[in-house]
């Protein structure tokens, strides 16, 4: 594990792995750079593979309030820590941070999505409005756990019977320990329309959809593609959100090249 230094002091943890082009890998929400790690080490056979913690979660420090403009800094520090440029990739909300980055005119050579969780009117039950402050204010509440159950049950939709179980199981404790996060996540998301930065995209853009994922996820990913110029979109068989990362590393090693 090594660290870089972002623009408002905060440390960013990261894991440095194989040799070749930079690819920067970005995690998505109630997750650290561990969710990342068997995609890294599969795809550092060809890339020099930089998979870091988000502010706030894992190994990385944390600012005084967050903005989305914080984890961009965040962002240019690694990227300076892989020479400048690099490849990126980001997966749910993780995949809707590197968008936007990369909108912003970060310096992005590829940008690679694993399903971006952007909803149109009418393809599911849309999560509650302003699901960040809903978040903040259990945990400044000291009630962590309810954060991280409300974002499984309102905002994810998983069945009651799944939250239960998940609360008694032995990862818990680590999603009560990033439960401030989800709220920097839900301001990644914002209404979870997508965002009209996508037309600013300017670099290669390849869009990845499990196969058997949601109908109202392929539907939202269809649209992100519409959505930023020259975009490509590629169906993964047989995957679901929570993609197999054997499956996904050579859709990824091919668009990367």
Same mark, same amino acid.
Request: aromatic letters at 6%.
């Given at each position: 594990m090594e660290k870089v230094t972002s623009a408002d002091g905060t440390a960013i943890a990261y894991d440095r792995l194989g040799d070749g082009p930079a690819v920067? *890998?970005?995690?998505?929400?109630?997750?650290?750079?561990?969710?990342?790690?068997?995609?890294?080490?599969? *795809? &550092?056979q060809d890339h020099?593979?930089?998979?870091?913690?988000?502010?706030?979660?894992?190994?990385s420090g944390d600012g005084a309030q967050y903005q989305i403009e914080r984890e961009f800094e965040d962002l240019d520090a690694i990227f300076a820590a892989a020479g400048g440029t690099a490849h990126l990739y980001g997966t749910s909300s993780g995949a809707a941070l590197? *968008?936007?980055?990369? &909108?912003?005119?970060?310096?992005?050579?590829?940008?690679?999505?694993?399903?971006?969780?952007?909803? *149109?009117?009418?393809?599911?039950?849309?999560?509650p409005a302003d699901t960040a402050s809903i978040y903040r204010a259990f945990v400044a509440e000291g009630r962590r756990d309810k954060a991280a159950e409300y974002f499984m049950a309102e905002v994810v939709g998983l069945p009651a019977e799944f939250v239960a179980m998940a609360k008694e199981s032995p990862w818990w404790p680590a999603q009560e320990a990033i439960a401030h996060t989800l709220a920097y996540d839900a301001t990644v998301m914002g209404d979870y329309s997508i965002p009209a930065a996508a037309s600013a995209v300017q670099v290669p853009t390849r869009v990845f959809t499990g196969g058997a994922s949601e109908d109202w996820m392929k539907l939202g990913n269809e649209a992100v593609v519409a959505a930023i110029p020259g975009a490509t979109h590629r169906v993964v068989p047989d995957q679901q959100h929570n993609v197999d990362p054997t499956a996904l590393a050579p859709f990824l090693t091919e668009f990367f090249g």
């Open positions: 920067v *890998l970005v995690c998505g929400g109630s997750v650290d750079r561990m969710s990342n790690a068997p995609l890294a080490a599969l *795809l &550092a020099t593979v930089y998979n870091y913690d988000r502010r706030g979660r894992g190994d590197a *968008l936007l980055a990369a &909108a912003a005119g970060r310096p992005v050579t590829k940008l690679a999505l694993w399903e971006p969780p952007y909803i *149109l009117e009418g393809t599911r039950k849309m999560p």
